[in-house]
């Protein structure tokens, strides 16, 4: 199979409509990429599997889903007129204000017209001859473009886990990723949730002050800080808006492209009475900041764990009981699998309706008609909550059976884990572009300024085609391997490898573990995106 060219013709019908460029995915991404491709003047079309644009924050609406960074800095900086009309109401926005800002952009720059809802794309084939892609959405129908680009998110492929008797489970269940438009209301409800992610930290204070009874089955403690989160203050918005240019600025240049206050100090040279203050200042302070206090706390294990003593010992003073204290503290790296921001979590397990079930040694069994059985014990439950993650970074793009040059077929190139130039372009698969694809900085920073830089990197590309006569454009395999090598080699300094991220793949059984977004920062990913277009687009070969 791998090597044989697609049938273009015999498999389906033949493309009903030819844009310069597709664009699969309506969240931020494709938002923004249809609006800088149309403004170049460029035919473009947006194919999205929902019924509606937001990505990420269209589909994951469980109670409490929220984003973990500064809602002044997750918003658009393309347009200054957009970031001085919108108002965010909280410091950290819910997903409901998240998907209001989304459909406000949607409107605001008259992108509805180019983007086609209820349209899950299925596959992607590059056509040799005419050197353009045919796309196909799951009802048959295809389109055909000189240019293809993947906005379809780093989070976006729900995980469930093969647990046996999923089917025959009686109650409701639910995944977080995927939650109904309608709500849930769990009143009344004795409820399991599956995972002690972000997912799950965010939302298991709500549903456990609705629910008869939660129970929640955690594999791995996790490590969370406060959001401290707050309606925002209207002098605070006015500074802010009255700055944005220098608060942007700032924030280019730190490893997250999030501006916050980063230390160059080094932990295990500080004493450790000043540790301890200037870790109380930030938990104090709340937020993903915390991992900024000291340079080397990602690369030094020793210092690693002062900052990881300083939570589980907060852990202590919130839980009352210190078997269940002990039960939730990590023990792992703090900050190898993403930290979490928490409004209430582990003080909720305080609360006489909520049930903790360690399934690290004996793991969950089987899903029966009328629960969730461990350890051949069964706990009853009328509604099951998985909030179990994501295939992330790969998993939404080898949902597509992408097709590149001679039929060579992604999930056959990506079998020992994905490999990219620039997390934006592989070799084999001219045309094809991946907005902040395995190998771009990504889910290590603040997504929004990331996805402006790719967006506005690959319209820049494709103009630069245009305007030189070039119809085609493909990293080269040298180029490749040797960006796959670096992303791997500043990860092996890191702590990255001691846990079983999703970073790494490792939550899903069978995926090979790499290190999949690039760890060396914003500012040195932008700079070597600008130095390869500077160099005629090195790496690539246009023609
Ligand atoms: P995560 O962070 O991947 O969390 C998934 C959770 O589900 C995690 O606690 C897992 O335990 C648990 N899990 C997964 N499979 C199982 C099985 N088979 N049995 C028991 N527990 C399981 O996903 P989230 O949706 O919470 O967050 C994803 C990102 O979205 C987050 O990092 C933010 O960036 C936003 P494990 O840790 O693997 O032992």
């Not at 220098?246 to 206050?261: N, S």
Request: aromatic fraction near 10%; charge should be neutral.
């Amino acid at each position: 199979m791998t090597n044989r060219r697609p049938e273009l013709k015999q498999n389906g019908s033949s493309p009903q409509r030819r844009f310069d460029v597709v664009i699969v995915g309506a969240g931020f991404a494709g938002l923004y990429m249809l609006h800088r491709l149309r403004g170049m003047g460029f035919k473009a079309r947006v194919l999205e599997a929902g019924t509606g644009v937001g990505g990420t924050w269209y589909w994951n609406r469980y109670p409490g889903a929220r984003c973990d960074v500064e809602s002044v800095q997750y918003s658009y900086q393309f347009s200054d007129a957009l970031q001085q009309e919108w108002e965010w109401s909280e410091r950290y926005a819910a997903q409901p204000e998240l998907l209001r800002y989304a459909n406000h952009v949607a409107d605001r720059f008259d992108l509805r017209r180019d983007i086609q809802l209820n349209t899950r794309v299925n596959a992607a084939m590059f056509d040799d001859a005419s050197a353009s892609w045919v796309i196909e959405s799951s009802d048959g129908a295809r389109v055909a473009a000189a240019f293809c680009i993947m906005a379809t998110g780093c989070l976006s492929s729900p995980n469930l886990p093969a647990f046996k008797g999923i089917a025959a489970f009686e109650g409701d269940h639910y995944h977080t990723g995927c939650w109904p438009h309608e709500g849930v209301d769990f009143t009344g409800k004795r409820v399991a949730i599956i995972g002690t992610g972000s997912s799950a930290v965010q939302s298991i204070p709500i549903i456990a002050a609705q629910a008869k009874h939660l129970t929640v089955f955690q594999r791995t403690p996790n490590y969370a800080v406060p959001a401290h989160n707050a309606p925002l203050d209207p002098e605070f918005v006015r500074r802010i808006k009255a700055s944005y240019p220098e608060l942007r600025a700032r924030a280019r240049k730190t490893m997250t492209g999030i501006d916050f206050d980063y230390s160059d100090a080094l932990a295990m040279e500080t004493s450790p009475q000043e540790r301890q203050r200037e870790y109380e200042t930030r938990w104090q302070r709340g937020g993903l900041s915390f991992l900024g206090a000291y340079r080397d706390l990602m690369v030094d294990e020793e210092a690693n764990d002062t900052a990881a003593a300083f939570v589980r010992g907060k852990i202590r003073e919130k839980v009352r009981d210190p078997e269940l204290a002990e039960a939730l503290s990590p023990k792992n790296t703090i900050g190898c699998k993403r930290l979490c921001i928490d409004i209430g979590y582990y003080e909720t397990f305080n609360r006489s309706n909520v049930t903790l079930v360690d399934v690290s040694e004996t793991p969950i069994e089987e899903i029966t008609p009328r629960g969730v059985k461990v350890a051949g014990r069964q706990c009853e439950a009328d509604a099951i909550v998985f909030a179990t993650g994501f295939d992330a970074m790969t998993g939404a793009l080898l949902k597509v059976d992408i097709r590149g040059r001679g039929g060579l077929a992604l999930r056959e190139k990506w079998s020992a884990g994905p490999t990219t130039y620039l997390g934006v372009a592989m070799a084999g698969f001219p045309n094809l572009f991946t907005v902040t694809g395995p190998g771009s900085p990504s889910v290590l920073t603040n997504m929004l300024p990331t996805i402006e830089q790719h967006v506005e990197w690959i319209s820049d590309t494709i103009a630069h085609m245009r305007a030189r006569g070039f119809d085609r454009i493909e990293a080269s395999a040298a180029a490749e391997d040797e960006w796959v090598s670096h992303v791997g080699e500043l990860a092996s300094r890191t702590l990255r490898y001691t846990c079983s991220s999703w970073y790494l793949g490792a939550n899903i059984p069978g995926k090979p573990r790499v290190f999949m977004p690039y760890i060396g920062g914003f500012p040195r990913y932008v700079e070597k995106c600008n130095e390869v277009a500077a160099r005629g687009y090195e790496g690539f070969v246009l023609s």
